[in-house]
C-alpha cells in the first residue's frame, strides 16, 4: 500500500528566509502524481504544487518549488522568501488513481 | 465561482447518536470525494462519487457510515450510530470531469465531529 511520511510534525522560519519540508513516499508505482497542499489556520486546504512522476523537471509556483527525487521516493517543498501569510499546516499528498494519500502533515510557523 | 461547502462546520453529539455531513460540491463537478482526519493522524480517503454513483468507497470504516449522492448534486455522509472513535474532521472534495488525473481536487473548510 502507498503511504506518504512527513518527518517534521512542527517547522519554523523567519520572514523572508527559505525553509524546507520533507516528504519521502512509498509506491511500487512508476506513472504517480505528487502535491502539496497548504491550510491556513479555520479555512480551506488549497493546492501548492504539483508533481508528475514521469516528468524529470521540479514543479515550480513562484516562491515555491519542489526537489523531486524519484530513487530516493522523495518529494521536498521548498518555500523562499517566507512571508507571514505562508503559516499553515502543509500536507504531502501521493495519487495513483483518483483518491489522495496523505501524510500526517507539517505546521509551519512563520516567525516576524 | 463558490467553491466547496459543507454544513454543519462542527458538530458535536453524544455517543449512539445520528450525525449527517453534507458537501456541496462547486457546480458542475462530476467528481466528489470525501475524507476525513481524526486528530493527529493522516487525512485518509473514505469514498468516490462520479455523478450519483459510488465508484470506490474501499475507504469507508464500517457500515455505519453511509453516503449518498442523489441526483449527482450535493453529498451526504451519515453516521449511525457514531462512536467516539469517529471524532475528527470530515473534508469533501470535488474535482471536474474530462480533465486528466492531475487535475486539481478542490476542498471544503471540512465539518469537525465531535462525539462524547
Known amino acids: 500500500a502507498q503511504t506518504v511520511t512527513q518527518s517534521q510534525p512542527e517547522m519554523s522560519v523567519q520572514e523572508a528566509e527559505t525553509v524546507t519540508l520533507s516528504c519521502t513516499y512509498d509506491?511500487?508505482?512508476?506513472?504517480?502524481?505528487l502535491f502539496w497542499y497548504k491550510q491556513p489556520p479555520s479555512r480551506q486546504m488549497i493546492l501548492v504544487i504539483r508533481?508528475?512522476?514521469?516528468?524529470?523537471q521540479n514543479a515550480t509556483e513562484n516562491r515555491f518549488s519542489v526537489n523531486f527525487q524519484k530513487a530516493a521516493k522523495s518529494f521536498s517543498l521548498k518555500i523562499s522568501d517566507s512571508q507571514l501569510g505562508d503559516a499553515a499546516m502543509y500536507f504531502c499528498?501521493?495519487?495513483?488513481?483518483?483518491?489522495?494519500?496523505f501524510g500526517k502533515g507539517t505546521k509551519l510557523t512563520v516567525n516576524p | 465561482e463558490a467553491g466547496v461547502t459543507q454544513f454543519p462546520s462542527h458538530s458535536v453529539i453524544e455517543k449512539g447518536q445520528t450525525v449527517t455531513l453534507r458537501c456541496d460540491p462547486i457546480?458542475?463537478?462530476?467528481?466528489l470525494y470525501w475524507y476525513r482526519r481524526v486528530m493527529g493522524k493522516e487525512i485518509k480517503f473514505l469514498l468516490h462519487?462520479?455523478?450519483?454513483?459510488?465508484?470506490?468507497e474501499s475507504g469507508m470504516p464500517n457500515n455505519r457510515f453511509l453516503a449518498e449522492r442523489t441526483g449527482g448534486t450535493y453529498s451526504t455522509l451519515k453516521v449511525q450510530p457514531a462512536e467516539l472513535e469517529d471524532s475528527g474532521v470530515y473534508f469533501c472534495?470535488?474535482?471536474?470531469?474530462?480533465?486528466?488525473?492531475?487535475?486539481?481536487?478542490?476542498f471544503g473548510p471540512g465539518t469537525r465531529l465531535t462525539v462524547l
Open positions: 472534495a470535488s474535482r471536474g470531469s474530462g480533465t486528466p488525473r492531475t487535475n486539481e481536487q478542490f
Open positions: 509506491t511500487s508505482e512508476s506513472d504517480y502524481y
Open positions: 508533481q508528475e512522476a514521469y516528468k524529470q
Open positions: 499528498a501521493y495519487k495513483l488513481t483518483e483518491k489522495l494519500v
Open positions: 457546480s458542475g463537478h462530476d467528481n
Open positions: 462519487f462520479v455523478k450519483e454513483s459510488k465508484q470506490d
